[in-house]
């Protein structure tokens, strides 16, 4: 599903990214971790085609993001789930219209974006909350509605930084249950986080990273 080969990324004199191999299979979940700086967001924003590598390939479902014309790049995205530490919802819109936007942008037509949301919202536990407003929402639930807003696309790959990084550690593990789950159903998932021991609790692989490298892989317990 995923491939990189030597990639590299370089920000002005300083290698964000250096010499990454890493190969991913279609339904892993993955745990990418390390201290700040260690270049966890920006192996994502290249799996998102945010950035092209300076250096070796990436390649993600047979396309390569490196020469990915930036006309392509939308028809890539939906593809692809995407979850931020803050899920910058539309504080004007419904939950139901924040998450039925990635279908409304792409074109979708509109009576068939109202299943869409609706299986999407019941994927996170928020069948029940399509005409609330997200300020009328605790923070555990507006990250849900940024999560159903990445799945409502059925993307075969979602990736995630730091998606628990403003969570209390119940409501982490509840999060992070959610994207186990998605992993169950054959999707790839692929979370920065600096929570080992929240990661520790899933069953997964751990890809350390430190200075750009990547240090180190390991499987991870699963003991919850
Ligand atoms: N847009 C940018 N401009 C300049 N330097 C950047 C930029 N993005 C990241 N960096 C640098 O690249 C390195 C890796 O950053 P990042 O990928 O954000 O790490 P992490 O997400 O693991 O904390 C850091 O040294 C950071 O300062
Ligand atoms: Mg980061």
Do not use: C, W
């Not at 490196?66 to 910058?88: C, E, I, S």
């Not at 986080?193 to 180190?216: C, P, Y």
């Amino acid at each position: 599903m995923i491939r990189l080969s030597q990639v590299g990324k370089r920000y002005g004199d300083r290698d964000a990214l250096r010499g990454v191999d890493l190969e991913l299979p279609k339904g892993s979940l993955n745990f990418l971790m390390g201290p700040s700086g260690a270049g966890k967001s920006t192996l994502l924003r290249l799996l998102l085609a945010l950035e092209r590598p300076d250096a070796g390939q990436v390649e993600v479902a047979g396309i390569n993001l490196g020469t990915l014309p930036r006309r392509q790049r939308p028809a890539y995205l939906r593809r692809v789930g995407a979850v931020f530490q803050d899920p910058q919802l539309l504080a004007d819109r419904t939950v139901y219209q924040n998450v039925a936007l990635p279908l409304q942008l792409a074109g979708y037509p509109e009576p068939a974006q109202g299943p869409r949301v609706r299986a999407a919202l019941g994927q996170v536990g928020l069948a029940g909350a399509e005409g609330r407003l997200p300020r009328a929402l605790s923070t555990g639930e507006r990250q849900r509605v940024g999560i159903a807003r990445a799945l409502v696309h059925r993307p075969a790959l979602v990736l995630a930084d730091e998606p628990t990084g403003n969570l209390d550690p119940a409501l982490s593990a509840e999060i992070m249950g959610l994207f186990q789950r998605f992993q169950q159903v054959g999707v790839t998932v692929v979370i920065a986080t600096h929570d080992v021991d929240l990661a520790q609790r899933f069953s997964g692989q751990a890809l350390h990273l430190e200075g750009g490298r990547l240090v180190g892989r390991a499987a991870l317990g699963g003991a919850s």
